[in-house]
Antibody
Framework: QVHLVESGGGLVKPGGSLRLSCAAS????????MTWIRQGPGKGLEWVAH????????YYADSVKGRFTVSRDNARNSLHLQMDSLRADDTAVYYC???????WGQGTMVTVSS | DIQMTQSPSSLSASVGDRVIISCRAS??????LDWYQQKPGTAPKRLIS???SLQSGVPLRFSGSGSGTKFTLTISSLQPEDFATYYC?????????FGQGTKLEI
């Protein structure tokens, strides 16, 4: 079955960087576009970034554009989110998702605080 | 960007009630809309894809309808395990956007 496992979350100071990863299994990873979605404490879901099957096409939410970079390694069935210039309002649980299949990971918590 | 207006934001109901949650898109999204259920501390679970296709294993009391700009999620007879927060997601256009969520409470 489909398995998505995020890692790399943690506590970081404002202005710092963090790199999230998502390990995918149970499906042909290179055939699916992938998405990062986040949820701040007590808040709703926010779509963050998309990457095409080849990695050549990416889209970002305005709130992270220029600061976050999504990438993928199809040989390793992995998805990444490089987060730079982090701000307090980036504090959230970050999920990787295969939107077309409706599959999500369990999420990884990112806390931006001094 | 496409705005998804979801209503109501919260709803008090009882076991056995019929509940309808609505999502309205700011422009035509065809049927590129999914419905998710989320319980505290867990990842969202997709209930409905393509506006009206029930996911495998999801009880038949859940149904979705609509196309274009107006969509509804109906729970025909609420069960105790249905008390959760529900979200719609449009994936017709980037950036994809979620509704604000509907918290279903007893």
């Amino acid at each position: 079955q489909v398995h998505l496992v995020e890692s790399g979350g943690g506590l970081v100071k404002p202005g710092g960087s963090l790199r999230l990863s998502c390990a995918a299994s149970g499906f042909s990873f290179s055939d699916y576009y992938m998405t990062w979605i986040r949820q701040g404490p007590g808040k709703g879901l926010e779509w963050v970034a998309h990457i095409s099957t080849t990695g050549r096409v990416t889209y970002y939410a305005d709130s992270v554009k220029g600061r976050f970079t999504v990438s993928r390694d199809n040989a390793r069935n992995s998805l990444h989110l490089q987060m730079d210039s982090l701000r307090a309002d980036d504090t959230a649980v970050y999920y990787c998702a295969r939107v077309r299949g409706g599959d999500w990971g369990q999420g990884t918590m990112v806390t931006v605080s001094s | 960007d496409i705005q998804m207006t979801q209503s109501p934001s919260s709803l008090s109901a009882s076991v056995g009630d019929r509940v309808i949650i609505s999502c309205r898109a700011s422009q035509d999204i065809s049927n590129d809309l999914d419905w998710y259920q989320q319980k505290p501390g867990t990842a969202p679970k997709r209930l409905i894809s393509a506006a009206s296709s029930l996911q495998s294993g999801v009880p038949l009391r859940f149904s979705g309808s609509g196309s274009g700009t107006k969509f509804t999620l109906t729970i025909s007879s609420l069960q105790p395990e249905d008390f959760a927060t529900y979200y719609c997601l449009q994936h017709n256009t980037f950036p994809n956007t979620f509704g604000q969520g509907t918290k279903l409470e007893i």
